[in-house]
């Protein structure tokens, strides 16, 4: 997925953050199948890189200058 504009990234990084706070909530769990909590928190961590390289890929192409006409 790439992002197309501002919008689009802003509601990304909304999703971000919110995958942020499951995860950490996922890490603080206790009482459930460990194995079961660490493939969650792998997923979690998947989610989270991927939307982080989503908005980098946005930010960086956002901050490339226009090719000026010659």
């Known amino acids: 997925m790439n992002l197309r504009n501002v919008r689009e990234l802003e509601a990304t990084r909304e999703k971000l953050r919110q995958l942020e706070e499951q995860y950490r909530a996922a890490q603080e769990r206790s009482g459930t199948d460990e194995r079961v909590r660490q493939l969650t ?14 908005i980098a890929r946005f930010e960086a192409h956002a901050a490339k200058p226009a090719p000026s006409e010659r």
């Open 41 to 54: 928190l792998r997923s979690f961590k998947k989610l989270i890189n991927q939307l982080k390289e989503e």
